[in-house]
């Protein structure tokens, strides 16, 4: 990408933070037009199994309960991609809603607004009830530092090459030589816009992580492959690394939110009811066998083993959920049972 070379000849080697936020959200970058969903980059919760947006939608009801039922619930999901998870969620809700999808994506937002009961906006606005996001974090930009340097992005002829710069001293760095560790200034500027817009209610992050992590490691990936080399080919890779829930919880508590302890979502998902309907759909599964319905019967089961997915120790059971608050709300009673693990 153009915009690049010129960044880096304009002012010296950029900071990594920069080459994502050129390379993925700029003109021509990866997120211009969303490769979400099963023809895309890559599938995410709601594209693996609607049973998602139906257990969400439990959950949110528990919100709403603890805003005090406002009419209507007003939810802005933030980094709504192609609208999957708002189709689920607006067929399965049961309560009043005023549905935002927000994209920075001018593409998204144009398949956005076609959706029923969809308000397409380029950012975060107010007044808003419930944030949502999934799989939105561990995409922003983050600063890398490895040692006592920050990593740069440089130009060697036409060729993009690493760069090492002694590190601003707000980055605090810690780490071993040779160690990365990454400054993820994209999500506490998210978390603050979202202490900045909420009044009263909550915020959802839903993303691969861990707790304590320094962040990492890097990825790449396109067409669901990993790729190695992230200075390649720029604008044609996602960019995208593990998100240290404890780090971002305490940010939110800095910014004046009540950060709740997350928990994985395969534990969230069967607080908020998989596990009964798992076995819904195994004893339907039996009763096409007793029929002799065997088609039916292999359907069935294709769509329990879809929706095991969802908790799969290996895959999307990796996704943590941490819920963010106003001060003064309640924990929700799914939270709390899924904190019992």
């Known amino acids: 990408m153009e915009a690049i070379a010129e960044a880096i000849r304009a002012r010296g080697p950029i900071t990594f933070a920069e080459y994502m936020e050129l390379v993925l959200y700029g003109h021509g970058g990866f997120y211009e037009d969303p490769p979400i969903g099963p023809d895309g980059a890559f599938v995410t919760s709601p594209h693996v199994h609607p049973v998602f947006g139906e257990l969400l939608a439990e959950g949110i009801r528990g919100l709403w309960e603890g805003i005090g039922r406002p009419t209507p619930l ?34 998204a937002r144009e398949r956005l607004d076609v959706i029923p009961g969809v308000d397409a906006l380029e950012e975060l606005a107010s007044p808003v009830d419930v944030v949502l996001c999934n799989e939105l974090l561990d995409n922003l930009p983050f600063r890398l530092l490895r040692g006592g340097n920050e990593v740069r992005i440089g130009l060697e002829g036409e060729r993009l090459v690493e760069t090492l710069a002694p590190a601003e001293p707000e980055l605090s760095p810690s780490t071993p030589a040779g160690e990365d560790r990454l400054v993820p200034i994209g999500a506490f500027a998210f978390v603050d816009d979202v ?34 080399d992230l200075l390649a080919d720029p604008g044609t890779t996602d960019i995208t690394s593990g998100v240290d829930f404890e780090l971002i919880a305490s940010h939110a508590e800095d910014a004046g939110l009540v950060a709740f302890p997350s928990v994985g979502q395969r534990e969230a998902l ?20 007793d029929q002799r319905d065997g088609r039916g019967a292999v359907r069935t089961f294709s769509d329990r083993s879809e929706a095991t997915m969802l908790v799969d120790p290996g895959g999307l059971g990796r996704l943590r959920w941490l819920l963010l608050a106003t001060p003064g709300l309640p924990s929700p009673g799914w939270l709390i049972e899924a904190s019992r693990g």
Request: hydrophobic residues 45%; positive net charge.
């Open 74 to 107: 007003r939810i802005a999901e933030v980094g709504a991609g192609d609208g999957s998870l708002a189709v689920q969620l607006i067929r399965a809700l049961d309560i009043p809603i005023a549905y935002a999808g927000v994209e920075r994506s001018a593409r």
């Open 270 to 289: 069967l607080a908020l009811g998989l596990d009964d309907w798992l076995g819904a759909r195994l004893r339907r599964q039996a009763m096409q066998q």
């Open 195 to 228: 202490a900045g817009r909420l009044e009263r209610g909550y915020a959802l992050i839903i993303d691969y992580g861990g707790l304590g992590t320094t962040g990492g490691p890097i990825h790449g990936y396109r067409r669901h492959a990993v790729v190695e």
